[in-house]
């Protein structure tokens, strides 16, 4: 684990990470749970209601079964049925897995949530709370038991190239041995930082947006110095869309 | 190196959808065949490669963040090795598993045992040298009074307080029992330190009692009284304190060179089972509480009732000592 990521090195050697979830997500996640247990209580004491004509006794003593039932087997259930999620946590985007990056087992996820007794200790989930404040790898006391790690789930989209760099022109092209020294003398992160702006630029207000891409381009520019023609008419913006694209479509030729 | 993003995505995007598809469909429960199987780890492979080449890419974290989370949740199909069951049966479980694996950590239920047995002691010895000492040592509202006439009161005055809320009262002993006895198995999280006070408490309490009605002369009413539902009772607090051990010994790892993590995952299963077990017993206990132990003479007799505790107790050693015992690794 590295900050507050889990890493996972594969057997291939490739290396995954998942972000972990923190104390603050995972108590709005089981606010959103007692919330949930407490709606579902009141609506099974509607069905056992009826059974007040029978007797009351029986109804009462079902009525304190059940809410003791949903207190555990809510979270025991739904982490089961649902891979590690439960009503809050599906909400707040995150998701219980197996501290190793596997499947969960069901002694896992009915361990976790037995140690819940402890975690809850003495109110508010204090201890659970310190425990996932100050372990590296955000768990509580029934996570280390159970050896699971509760992670950030995030649903990203397929990864499609900006629009903005399907250009039809680019003045830049017309001298590529500019080009492949602009190639050359480019780090990734550079370049990645450069193509991150691009994507990410309609999310961006519009003075912090002429002033990062006005950044952006006097960087690139120290680095080689186009003709006066190439730039002419181009906005710092412009020019760094083009420049992402001389760094990200290899050394084709010019397009028209 | 810098790579061509955009033939990068349009070459392998498809595979990806693929792979995104798939793993949808597991995760709705869907059982891969063989060529499904096949064909998911040539596509967790083949991302994870590409994974690998787009790491040396740092900033395009949109990119790099949907790969990882392909490859992590493919990783988690592929190289989950762990024994799965094909179904869950609760006859199995419970006639074959749980007295397995009681029998398997008898030695961590033998120390909860000596624990609850070492507070008893403590219990009845602080009340022989300080009678005063009851409502410290049990301060339960219907514990502290005298014994001599709460006898009276229970045999004159037969389940007045009880009457028309017997099943209210056994499902609040059931859950109270099951959350005391959780809580006892929680703390093995302590390296077994709470535990240890909690059954040695426990065992206070139960000593002091039998002590004060022993001393009273009101033997036969405590056997009557407590046999039938606490000879279930009491053991099933036992075995979650036998859990709590087993928990608190993989923690300690002695003479385990494993890692922590390791101990802990292969003490799960037998924690999970105790816990279960637990459960079970104490729903018995509650039943027997509510509708058997709190009636006495003159409505049961106390010989009747110590007798069907005496056969409660044997049936529980039989089933703990000997039931799936055939076939039983060793």
Not at chain 1, 120 to 145: E, K, N
Not at chain 2, 293 to 309: D, M, T, W
Request: net charge positive; proline share 4%.
């Amino acid at each position: 684990v590295t900050g507050r990521r889990l890493t996972v090195r594969t057997p291939e050697g490739i290396v995954f990470s998942w972000p972990l979830a923190g104390p603050v997500s995972r108590m709005l996640a089981l606010l959103i749970d007692f919330v949930c247990i407490g709606a579902a209580f009141l609506v099974l004491q509607q069905g056992i209601a009826i059974l007040q004509i029978v007797s009351a006794d029986w109804a009462t003593g079902i009525a304190v079964i059940l809410y003791f039932v949903l207190q555990i087997g809510y979270g025991i259930a739904c982490e089961w049925l649902w891979r590690g999620q439960t009503i809050g946590k599906r909400v707040v985007h995150i998701r219980v897995i197996d501290g190793e990056g596997l499947r969960l087992a069901p002694g896992q996820v009915i361990l976790r949530n037995l140690l819940r007794a402890v975690d809850s200790l003495p109110l508010f989930y204090a201890v659970g709370g310190v425990s996932c404040a100050v372990t590296r790898h955000s768990q509580r006391l029934g996570d280390l038991a159970a050896n699971t790690v509760v992670i950030r789930h995030q649903q990203a989209a397929t990864p499609e190239l900006s629009e903005a760099l399907r250009l039809r022109y680019n003045s830049l092209r017309q001298w590529p041995h500019l080009c492949a020294r602009l190639r050359q003398r480019s780090t990734p992160e550079e370049a990645g930082a450069a193509l991150e702006a691009i994507m990410r630029r309609d999310e961006i207000d519009a003075g912090p947006r002429l002033e990062l891409f006005g950044d952006l381009a006097r960087h690139f520019q120290g680095k080689v110095e186009f003709p006066p023609e190439a730039l002419d008419g181009l906005s710092s913006e412009q020019y760094i869309r083009d420049v992402v694209q001389v760094l990200f479509e290899g050394s084709s030729t010019a397009r028209s | 190196m810098i790579i061509d993003i955009e033939r990068f995505f349009t070459r392998n995007r498809l595979h990806w959808q693929e792979l995104e598809k798939l793993l949808d469909r597991l995760d709705a429960g869907d059982k891969p065949g063989y060529a499904e199987a096949r064909r998911l780890h040539y596509l967790y492979e083949r991302t994870s490669a590409d994974l690998a080449r787009l790491s040396t890419f740092a900033a395009e974290s949109d990119a790099g963040t949907y790969l990882s989370g392909l490859v992590g949740r493919a990783y988690a199909e592929i190289y989950e090795t762990r024994r799965r069951k094909a179904r869950f049966s609760p006859r199995r479980w419970f006639f074959r598993e749980f007295p397995r694996t009681f029998r398997r950590h008898i030695g961590e239920f033998t120390l909860a045992v000596a624990l609850t047995l070492a507070g008893s002691g403590f219990g009845a010895f602080a009340l022989a040298i300080d009678i005063d000492a009851k409502h410290v040592l049990m301060p339960f509202p219907g514990l502290e009074g005298d014994p001599g006439e709460r006898v009276h009161r229970e045999e004159t005055e037969p389940n007045k307080n009880l009457s028309g809320h017997r099943s209210t009262f056994s499902a609040e002993l059931m859950t109270h029992n099951m959350r005391v006895s959780f809580f006892t198995l929680a703390l093995g999280i302590t390296w077994g330190i709470g535990s240890v006070l909690m059954l040695f408490y426990n065992g206070v309490i139960l000593g002091a009692v039998a002590f004060d009605y022993v001393r009273a002369g009101y033997t036969t009413f405590l056997l009557g009284w407590l046999m039938p539902h606490g000879v279930i009772e009491i053991p099933a607090i036992l075995v979650a304190g036998q859990a709590s051990f087993v928990l608190a010994g993989a923690l300690f790892g002695r003479g385990d060179r494993r890692p922590r993590r390791e101990r802990l995952r292969k003490a799960t299963p037998a924690v999970v089972t105790l816990a279960g077990g637990t459960a079970v017993m104490l729903v018995w206990a509650g039943i027997v509480e509510s509708f058997i132990s709190q009636y006495h003479r003159p409505v049961l007799p106390y010989e009747a009732k110590i007798a069907f505790g005496a056969v409660e107790l044997l049936l529980l050693v039989a089933f703990l000592g000997f039931s799936g015992r055939k076939d039983e690794p060793q």
